[in-house]
């Protein structure tokens, strides 16, 4: 082995890398986004819970049973109810975690129910917990009241209710934008852009092409994930099936057409592949709720999780499977996919360009 060579060797290397300043970014930059993204967007304790309070006492001590829970620092009341049946409104929604009723005669029998969202069973443990500690922090008035805790939409706590509808989105995220990722930098790296190029198909012809294969595709993983998550896991799914196939159907869409334009955009299937995994991987594990409290992140990085398309999804497929949540609850993330999906479908036109 010749030292004088290998060194020619590293040398022409050298100066490949220097040549492709995107890998050489992702070298460089993809470390301090992990570091960044991990130590803060990660975080298994929770605060400032978003909490009602149907309050029917009106007291001193039902307002001292109340600030039990927000002198914690876990718990923040965001709305005092007038009615029972808001409870269920406000979790239904997705707008508490947890609900508080205490009834006319607490004062007598000093008795109250807790409820807790059960959908995302790790977040309802860790709530229980809490509210245990405050209790048994409080052994004077610990004794003397009678708490009844009820968890809906998952009763028993099953982890796997909350975790399979989000490895949907997860699944669905990656695959969708690894295939369509690889379909304009293969004609680039094969050499047949050029007859692409010289036939009169306009660019909003050519991407539409590209997708419907894939589109297919998709929709096939998509009917088998919802079958073995309901046939073979035993997730409920208490809503709307034709609401979830046309928002999964729009989630699919959006990806592809994400992968298209990451396609026109790079040329080249190695560096496709590297920017679709990270940029659909990571904020679809990590900035989409799927594991993680996004209201436990900093403001800047809730900020952030508003560009990631997977967070609206997550959120619609989990009320439709665990709550049977009413459409009109879900109108707000449902508007935002479609637009987040029309955005990525029109760059990717744009982007195209029939010229070599």
Known sequence: MRIKRVFAISK??????????????LSFLMPAVLLFLFGYAISFDIKNIKTCVLDQERNSKSR???SNFESSGYFKVISYLEREDEIDKFLDSGKT??????????????????????????????ILNYISDIFLADKENSSKINLKIRFWYNEDLKSRNFIIPGLIALIIAIISALLSSLTISREWERGTMEKLISTPLKPSEVIIGKIIPYFLIGIIDLVFSVLIACLLFKVPLKGNLFFLSLVSLIYLFGGLSYGILISTATKSQI??????????????LLLSGFIFAIENMPDIIQTITYLVPAKYFIFIVRNIF????????????FILLVLFSLLFFALSIKKFKKEV
């Open 12 to 25: 022409k290397e050298y100066l490949q890398i220097i040549r492709d300043p995107i890998s050489l970014s």
């Open 271 to 284: 560096l496709s592949i590297q920017i679709s995994i990270v940029s659909t991987y990571l904020p679809t």
């Open 322 to 333: 665990l709550k049977g949540s009413p459409v009109n609850y879900l109108l707000f993330q």
């Open 64 to 66: 001292n049973f109340i």
């Open 97 to 126: 975690a947890l609900g508080i009723w205490i009834p006319q005669n607490f004062s007598k029998n000093s008795e109250a129910l807790i409820v807790i969202d059960g959908s995302d069973a790790g977040n309802a443990s860790l």
